[in-house]
């Protein structure tokens, strides 16, 4: 289901979609952002979100990464996401990144780079 945004008066639909694992505990969820109007130049984040069961057993999780996605960091993405050239009021293809310390945002390298 995508919940609507407003972002600077423009209008965002966005959805959060369900974790993905790796396997050294590490995990990420993925947000769709898409302009509210239209569907056209889509925006993916991968939003790191670990998996807590992973870390039983010890006194401090070091690295463990949880974060709660709702509006205030979703606005954020989009805002950087605009700085970094994404234009979703254009057809183009869509953007992906990965959410680094809930304040910059790193190109996925495409499929089969290094």
Same mark, same amino acid.
């Given at each position: 289901?995508? *919940? ?5 008066? +423009?209008? !965002?639909?966005?959805?959060? %979609?369900?974790? *993905? ?8 969820? @993925? @947000?769709? &952002? $898409? ?5 056209? %130049?889509?925006? =993916?984040?991968?939003?790191? =979100? /670990?998996?807590?069961?992973? !870390?039983?057993? !010890?006194? %401090? ?7 709660? +996605?709702?509006?205030? @960091? +979703?606005?954020? +993405? &989009?805002?950087?996401? *605009?700085? @970094? ?5 254009? =057809? ?8 680094? /310390? /809930?304040?910059?945002?790193?190109? $996925? ?6």
């Amino acid at each position: 289901m995508a *919940r609507l945004l407003m972002v600077d008066g +423009v209008a !965002y639909r966005w959805s959060l %979609q369900g974790r *993905r694992d790796a396997p050294d505990g590490t995990a990420w969820r @993925l @947000l769709t &952002v $898409v302009w509210g109007d239209a569907t056209r %130049q889509a925006l =993916h984040v991968r939003v790191r =979100h /670990d998996n807590p069961w992973f !870390y039983i057993g !010890y006194s %401090q999780a070091p690295g463990l990464a949880t974060r709660r +996605v709702g509006s205030g @960091l +979703v606005a954020r +993405v &989009v805002t950087l996401a *605009r700085g @970094l050239g994404w234009k979703p009021e254009e =057809h183009g293809p869509t953007l992906e990144f990965f959410l680094e /310390d /809930d304040e910059r945002l790193v190109p $996925v390298p495409p499929t089969g780079a290094r």
